[in-house]
């Protein structure tokens, strides 16, 4: 069945720093691939999207590739903020057989220190 | 004009009570879901709904009920509580089944 694997955290880093999370996935139809954002006490907020393949979602400075050939869509940032600091999940969503299914990673949680 | 609300925020309950927690949108968006949250299992979807009076299940259903009367209101029913059902829970919505904009969660505790 469909599935979601992202790096388990916590993962640490300066401020500044490059920042990569690693989400990898299996589907049986062509999914559509997501990175949201959960800040303490707080529902989650969409953080880019890609619908298909070779498509790059981008947004507030983060980035991530839809590569179907690797089955990937690794979340990078060139230079993170403490602000950055919360629970990041990768998602699919995949419409196949006449059955809806929309897949969440564990998350991972990023601390960014000053 | 809050988008998207959820109530109650914060539940605690006895096993085998029936319990609803209701969902919000002010959007008018046709598609609505219903989440949980658990340590270790990421967001785990329950039922959605692509319209008024159309339900589906998702991946953990059972022990629960949706109904959706009306577009702006996706409410969640457990009908006879267990402890495996505390959890943190979320209602989502979105014009299309690939947008979902998330509420802001219900933490339920099933004693």
């Known amino acids: 069945g469909d599935s979601v694997t992202q790096m388990e955290g916590p993962v640490t880093l300066s401020e500044e720093a490059f920042l990569t999370i690693n989400c990898t996935y299996t589907a049986t139809g062509y999914p559509s691939l997501f990175w949201y954002v959960q800040y303490p006490g707080e529902g989650l907020q969409l953080l880019l999207k890609a619908t298909k393949a070779d498509d790059k979602g981008s947004n507030k400075g983060f980035e991530a590739t839809y590569r179907k050939e690797t089955t990937s869509f690794h979340l990078e940032k060139g230079s993170v903020q403490v602000s950055d600091s919360a629970v990041y999940f990768c998602?699919?969503?995949?419409?196949?057989?006449?059955?809806?299914?929309?897949?969440f990673g564990t998350g991972t949680r990023l601390k960014v220190l000053a | 004009d809050a988008g998207i609300t959820q109530s109650p925020r914060y539940k605690i309950t006895e096993t085998g009570r029936q319990v609803t927690l209701m969902c919000h949108q002010t959007w008018s968006h046709s598609y609505m879901f219903w989440y949980r949250q658990d340590l270790g299992h990421g967001l785990r979807l329950i039922y959605y709904s692509a319209a008024a009076d159309i339900t589906d299940k998702g991946e953990v259903p059972d022990g629960y009920v949706v109904s959706r009367s009306k577009t702006e209101n996706f409410p969640l029913t457990l009908e006879s509580a267990t402890r495996s059902q505390t959890s943190v829970y979320f209602c989502?919505?979105?014009?299309?089944?690939?947008?979902?904009?998330f509420g802001p969660g219900t933490r339920l505790t099933v004693l």
């Open positions: 998602a699919l969503s995949d419409f196949t057989s006449g059955t809806y299914k929309y897949i």
């Open positions: 989502a919505s979105g014009r299309t089944d690939n947008e979902q904009f």
